[in-house]
T-cell receptor, first 111, second 116 residues
């Protein structure tokens, strides 16, 4: 069974802080994704990675960056957190031609 | 712009009856569609999918219908059970050029409540 693990379920940070959200998958998947989920907006793609050290912007990359140094780990970075980045963040991974598998999410509050 | 739309924020159904969740899309390049179910405090879980070369796919109580000319898909749950109460998201992807890497565009979600 695919396991996608997000390091924190809940996180509270202050505006201006640099925030790291970590995601690890145990199935050697090449593709990994970061989404944010907001009421009435569904899930929106922030960044994705199709291989180690490879990344592409999604639909809403502004204010975020990512890092993929190892195949199993995909990190989302908020360079300088702002209150409008308060959201539920979801990580997913995928084998080619298969559906994405999601972690349980990190609820991030920026105060 | 919202390329995938679920126009019903919520749906309430009696146990044993049919639940029909709807989804519309605007991008004609989408060729693969999925439904995910999400319980509170959990990540979305994959439910069922359909390729654009088909118009119907069935898996147990769940059936997805695709109408390409109308750019519309629907998820039917028969019979509905209280455990089906969750948020349902439809999602779409395009394999144009083979470089999509499975990127998904999601709808806003529909909250389904199945009453005993």
């Amino acid at each position: 069974d695919v396991k996608v693990t997000q390091s924190s379920r809940y996180l509270v940070k202050r505006t201006g802080e640099k925030v790291f959200l970590e995601c690890v998958q145990d199935m050697d998947h090449e593709n990994m994704f970061w989404y944010r989920q907001d009421p009435g907006l569904g899930l929106r793609l922030i960044y994705f990675s199709y291989d180690v050290k490879m990344k592409e912007k999604g639909d809403i990359p502004e204010g975020y960056s990512v890092s993929r140094e190892k195949k199993e780990r995909f990190s989302l970075i908020l360079e300088s957190a702002s209150t409008n980045q308060t959201s539920m963040y979801l990580c997913a991974s995928r084998e080619s031609h298969q559906p994405q598998h999601f972690g349980d999410g990190t609820r991030l509050s920026i105060l | 712009d919202q390329q995938v739309k679920q126009n019903s924020p919520s749906l309430s159904v009696q146990e044993g009856r049919i639940s029909i969740l709807n989804c519309d899309y605007t991008n004609s390049m989408f060729d693969y569609f999925l439904w995910y179910k999400k319980y509170p405090a959990e990540g979305p879980t994959f439910l069922i999918s359909i390729s654009s070369i088909k118009d119907k796919n069935e898996d147990g109580r769940f059936t997805v219908f695709l109408n390409k000319s109308a750019k519309h898909l629907s998820l039917h749950i028969v019979p509905s059970q209280p455990g089906d109460s969750a948020v349902y998201f439809c999602a779409a992807s395009s394999n144009a050029g083979g470089t999509s890497y499975g990127k998904l565009t999601f709808g806003q979600g529909t909250i389904l409540t199945v009453h005993p």
